[in-house]
């Protein structure tokens, strides 16, 4: 009984609520969404539609016609779902069987785990709405990126076949190069800050003005104005290695499927498959988070006042909670939809070429913008 | 001898890459603005819309058998296009007309003409071959089937897609 009074009931049970919530009804549609809007957004720009017409397959239980109560194709990541759920599932005989059914997992839970530090809003029903509001935020969030590409690594290597297996070479050495100038690019902002709890990042951009946009709070001071170079040029950098951390093109080496079949995953089908698919764009949606909340203010919307823990279980804090949210998810599907452009955009870049803008550019524009970031914060008050 | 590939001479900012970046990024949402207002008008949405009356005069769809102006069928079951067909794509079966008609024992007719559209590879060569002009290929591209036995485009269908083609022989109408 002592021991029982002992457990956290209460905490227990809003995490769980809150981590259902964030998975479930927020980043898996959208990560399904994005992946249509992937296929559309690249239609558009090609000057084709993409899929527009997904319904639901009501003929094939002898109706006339398909049921269309979804307008334009919104039924094609349900259609994609259940494609996944009913193929074959086929391990080749020649791999490592252990590793091979590991590697998937390992591509899903990294990226999924990294959102548990994220604060995707503000008070909400008298819960900061942040799974886990731990003070090492942002390096949790690099520790746990970077686990991410052992599901890569992994799959390449047990998979016994030459292109999986160049894929995973190409993954593990891209992977560390641009965490570097991913760490470093951080630097900056976590020292104007002076904090590495992502929450009080946030906190911060309410206070001072979000730092790519520091005028957001009505004022800019001289001394905001002198970090407004170094956060430029640090977003730039963090964004960029956040490019080459989930594989995206320009950098999606690993699977350049130019040169290498499918890269990493050539092996896989089915559901095994649809895992790396969801755990890279989980990893998007991870990665646009963090953008968010270090340079874009994370859920706070200029000129909308704020919940305090008292004021979320009114009903107009309860709205305001939610409107929070959506002006985080807002914020980070903006983000994907740059991502997408990009993609749709910039060719593959060569491996020598992306080895030496990752170690002889980035890597030192990341280091030398700390230095100049020091010296303003040193220097002007 | 070795030959030196000489390189562009790029210019400061082609150098730092960022604003060509921006520039393709330009482009491309140009190409997103002009679908999405529906300037851009590049893909047919194909069974609303379709491509038909544009196609040529040459182009060679699913072969069909023609009548001719009086109703006769114009095949001889001479088998010349059984024995030219690549893919052994059609079957006939030959047979002889009745002795009450005119025609008798001057012509065959066939009894069966199978055609497996799922083995045709419309190269038109019997359309070529036929010495009686009584095979076309048409513009009929749309050929499907649930089984394969669906795809086998019989007698009765082949005149159905050919119809009738006058003026082409002369040969069974009365001398003038």
Redesign the interface.
């Known amino acids: 009984m002592e021991l029982l009074n002992t457990i956290p009931w209460m905490l227990i049970a809003s995490s769980v609520a809150k981590t259902l919530f964030l998975i479930f009804l927020v980043v898996l549609p959208i990560v399904s969404y994005t992946v249509y809007a992937e296929r559309r957004v690249s239609a558009l720009i090609q000057d084709r539609l993409g899929p527009n017409r997904t319904g639901f397959p009501i003929s094939l239980f002898g109706f006339k016609k398909d049921l269309q109560l979804f307008l334009g194709g919104l039924g094609q990541p349900v259609a994609d779902a259940v494609k996944f759920l009913l193929k074959e599932e086929f391990t080749p005989a020649h791999v490592n069987k252990f590793y091979f059914w590991l590697a998937p997992v390992l591509a899903m839970v990294p990226a999924l785990s990294t959102l548990a530090v994220l604060p995707f809003g503000n008070y909400l029903f008298g819960q900061k709405m942040v799974v886990a509001d731990v003070n090492v935020g942002i390096l949790y969030v690099f520790a746990i990126a970077s686990i991410g590409v052992y599901g890569i690594v992994l799959a390449g290597w047990s998979s016994n076949s030459k292109y999986p297996f160049l894929g995973g070479i190409r993954a593990s050495s891209q992977m560390i190069s641009y965490e570097l100038s991913l760490g470093l690019s951080a630097v900056p902002v976590l020292m104007i800050i002076g904090n590495l709890n992502l929450s009080d990042a946030i906190q911060y951009q309410i206070d001072n003005g979000w730092l790519l946009l520091p005028f957001t709070d009505g004022k800019l001071t001289l001394r905001e104005f002198l970090l407004w170079i170094p956060v430029l040029i640090s977003f730039i950098v963090f964004t960029i290695s956040m490019f080459a951390e989930t594989n995206r093109l320009p950098f999606d080496l690993p699977e350049s499927e130019t040169e290498l079949v499918a890269g990493y995953h050539t092996e896989y089908s089915a559901m095994k498959f649809a895992l790396f698919f969801l755990g890279e764009y989980a990893a998007m949606i991870a990665g646009s988070s963090i953008i968010v909340v270090l340079f874009l203010g994370g859920w706070h919307v200029p000129l909308l006042p704020i919940n305090t823990l008292e004021s979320s279980m009114t009903p107009g804090g309860i709205a305001l909670g939610f409107l929070h949210i959506t002006a985080f998810f807002a914020k980070v599907i903006g983000i994907l939809i740059f991502f997408i452009w990009v993609r749709w955009t910039l060719p593959r870049f060569r491996f020598d070429q992306l080895m030496k803008l990752g170690w002889l550019y980035l890597f030192e524009i990341a280091l030398v913008n700390i230095f100049i970031t020091a010296g303003i914060i040193a220097l002007v008050k | 001898m070795a030959y030196t590939v000489r390189r562009p001479n790029l210019t400061f900012w082609e150098k730092i890459y960022?604003p060509n970046?921006i520039a393709?990024?330009a482009?491309?949402?140009k190409?997103?603005k002009?679908?999405?207002k529906g300037e851009?008008h590049?893909?047919m949405?194909y069974p609303e819309e379709k491509w038909d009356a544009h196609l040529p005069e040459y182009y060679r769809g699913a072969p069909t058998l023609v009548k001719d102006e009086h109703g006769r069928e114009r095949c001889v079951s001479c088998q010349l296009c059984e024995f030219i067909c690549p893919p052994r794509a059609i079957k006939i079966t030959p047979g002889s007309i009745p002795s009450e008609s005119k025609f008798a024992k001057v012509e065959k007719f066939p009894e069966a003409f199978d055609i497996d559209m799922s083995r045709c590879i419309y190269c038109g060569l019997c359309e070529e071959v036929c010495p009686e002009q009584a095979i076309f290929l048409r513009k009929d591209y749309a050929v499907t089937g649930e089984s394969r036995a669906d795809m086998v485009h019989h007698k009765e269908k082949l005149y159905e897609l050919g119809g009738t083609m006058p003026d082409l022989v002369h040969k069974w109408n009365p001398e003038k």
């Open positions: 960022l970046i393709g990024l482009i491309t949402f190409h997103l002009k679908m999405l851009t590049v893909v949405q």
